[in-house]
């Protein structure tokens, strides 16, 4: 790269934290922007506000931001995962976000490190994530940071909506005819 190359000050600024409290909305909206239905229709999690709070709220500590000149930039939200019967300690990577401009520029490296070192010390075993099948950039990254042995799940939708108006039709027709009866009688 060269000195004046504007990437370079991008990355070179770059903070991982601890995400705290005020970011809530600035990660909320990022990941907005990433996870929109159009990018991602078959995601079988939902990006919503009650998403981020909720793993902040049950694991600050792995709830991660990437900031450069006090923007935030990227986010990794995570959780760990102990079962009943196992000695096994698991660590979910459950969201991973980077803002458009910043990719393919060592941020999401960062995070997860910074993750990896922060399940390590506590204790967890296995790391797991997921992504689409067709996500082909996530499956190499993950792939480059050493996951491995990816194992087939497979997701089904039901889309409800010409089921809805049939319910709703119906309950209109039956609206409509405990009504007759009242007109005659009355």
Not at 26 to 52: C, M, Q, S
Not at 111 to 123: I, N, P, R, T, V
Not at 133 to 153: I, V, Y
């Amino acid at each position: 790269m060269n000195e004046d190359d504007p990437n370079k000050k991008k990355r070179s600024n770059l903070v991982i934290r601890e995400m705290e409290i005020d970011d809530i909305a600035d990660v909320f909206h990022l990941g907005e922007k990433i996870f929109t239905a159009r990018e991602v229709p078959n995601l079988y999690r939902t990006w919503d506000e009650y998403e981020v709070v909720s793993l902040f709220q049950s694991d600050p500590e792995f709830c991660l931001v990437a900031e450069s000149d006090e923007q935030i930039v990227g986010f990794l939200l995570g959780t760990t995962i102990e079962k009943s019967h196992s000695a096994w300690k698991y660590g979910h990577l459950v969201w991973l976000g980077i803002e458009p401009e910043f990719q393919r520029q060592g941020v999401a490296v960062k995070l997860f490190k910074h993750f990896q070192e922060l399940m390590l010390d506590s204790g967890v075993r296995m790391l797991l994530t997921d992504t689409e099948a067709d996500n082909l950039a996530a499956l190499h990254f993950f792939r480059k940071m050493g996951f491995g042995q990816p194992q087939q799940h497979i997701y089904l939708t039901l889309n409800l909506t010409g089921q809805k108006r049939q319910v709703r039709e119906k309950k209109n027709n039956e609206r409509t005819q405990t009504r007759r009866p009242d007109r005659k009688n009355g």
